[in-house]
Structures are given as structure tokens and as C-alpha cells.
């Protein structure tokens, strides 16, 4: 079936534009990560969604980044007054839970990377 | 929160040679451990897990080993191969309870590098 896809798979945007980054998780996944990856750098926790909890905000790094997440499907992150430092890859992961026990493979998708110019 | 720490940072080895990649976690309450897996340009793929159950798992070439008492955990690759190269992270998450629930503290990743 189909995997994780992230739209669009590249953006160059000027500093202070707004941005938006879509992801479609695997149909199902109750589960929905965002990640930053910069150049040659780990992997950044962002923002967590699970069903209907309130996601798991921590890793933000200013409130100029949001995400929603709608019917419990399709993300978007926002990137409010873009910096140069935002510039990285951002990767969405979706994983399924379906009971408390069972561990649950996170797929990522192939990422957004966003220039800042 | 979970804290986990990734060595080396960068690891070049001879073909057919072992490569360990090691990793502690801060977090008594952690208990899945997978490893994900980089390729250049690509996305991250998960190679190998272990829970907290067990003190080893392996797959062909690749294995992992976990001490909860020192909490730490170790990839072991043998008989390295050229596409082995790529950058491995470790991760590390809590399941059972709380709003962490299913959350993945993932290591700063290793850069592998396999040469012929």
C-alpha cells in the first residue's frame, strides 16, 4: 500500500514568509510525527499527535512553528516569519497502535527540505 | 524526560570487519528499542528493534543487545558490506501509559562508513 508522502518535497521560501508542510500518513495510523533534520544532524523531535489526545507539543522551538492535524488524517506544519536557521529536511512519520502493548514501527516519509533564503 | 545518548559519531571500518554503535538511555521506564537505519538522501528505516523482555534479537548480519541494568543498548553488524554505509539512529520509548506514550527519544545518529 502507500507509504507516508510529505508535500512539497522541496521549498525555497524569502525570510519572513509564512510556510506550510503537508503530510499524509499511512491510511489508519493513529500516530503522527514531525521531525527536523538539518544538514548532516540527527533527527529533531517536533510535534506528536496520537487519535484524539492533545499532541505533544515539546519539541517546538518557538511559537512561530504550529501543526494540526484534521479528522485525524492529513498534518500540516506551519512556519510562521521563516528564519534561515529553519532551513532543514522536515520528516513526518506515522506508526499504529492498536492496544497498549503492542510497539509500533514509525515509517517516515521522504521529507519537505526548505530553504530559507 | 528520555535522554539518549549515540556513539561513535562516526565509524569507518574494513569490509567484512564488525561495527558496534552504542547507545544509554536515561529512562528506567523505556522499554522498546529500535534502530532505524539512513541511507544518503533517503528516509530513515527501521533495521531491528528489541524490547525490554529481551536481552538480544538478531537478524542475519545484525543484532542488538540490551542491559537494563546499565541501560544501555548496542547494534552489532558483522561482516560489514559497502551498503552498509549509512547513518543509524538509536531510539528509545516508553510504552504503556502517559501522553509519551509511543513517543521516540531518538540518539544523534552514527555515521557508518563501510570501505572495500
Not at chain 1, 54 to 83: C, H, M, W, Y
Not at chain 2, 76 to 104: K, M, N, W
Amino acid at each position: 500500500g502507500a507509504g507516508v508522502s510529505q508535500s512539497p518535497s522541496n521549498k525555497v521560501t524569502e525570510k519572513g514568509k509564512d510556510v506550510e508542510l503537508r503530510c499524509d500518513p499511512i491510511s489508519g495510523h493513529t500516530a503522527l510525527y514531525w521531525y527536523r533534520q538539518s544538514l548532516g544532524q540527527g533527527l529533531e523531535f517536533l510535534i506528536y499527535f496520537q487519535g484524539n489526545s492533545a499532541p505533544d507539543k515539546s519539541g517546538l522551538p518557538s511559537d512561530r512553528f504550529s501543526a494540526e492535524r484534521t479528522g485525524g488524517s492529513v498534518s500540516t506544519l506551519t512556519i510562521q516569519r521563516t528564519q534561515q536557521e529553519d532551513s532543514a529536511v522536515y520528516l513526518c512519520a506515522s506508526s499504529q497502535r492498536t492496544n497498549t502493548y503492542t510497539y509500533n514501527e514509525q515509517f517516515f516519509g521522504p521529507g519537505t527540505r526548505l530553504t530559507v533564503l | 524526560g528520555e535522554n539518549v545518548e549515540q556513539h561513535p559519531s562516526t565509524l569507518s571500518v574494513q569490509e567484512g570487519d564488525s561495527a558496534v554503535i552504542k547507545c544509554t538511555y536515561s529512562d528506567s521506564a523505556s522499554n522498546y528499542f529500535p534502530w532505524y537505519k539512513q541511507e544518503l538522501g533517503k528516509r530513515p528505516q527501521l533495521i531491528i528493534d528489541i524490547r525490554s523482555n529481551v536481552g538480544e534479537k538478531k537478524d542475519q548480519r545484525i543484532a542488538v543487545t540490551l542491559n537494563k541494568t546499565a541501560k544501555h543498548f548496542s547494534l552489532h553488524i558483522t561482516e560489514t558490506q559497502p551498503e552498509d554505509s549509512a547513518v543509524y539512529f538509536c531510539a528509545a520509548s516508553r510504552v504503556g501509559g502517559g501522553s509519551t506514550l509511543g513517543r521516540l527519544y531518538f540518539g544523534r545518529g552514527t555515521q557508518l562508513t563501510v570501505w572495500p
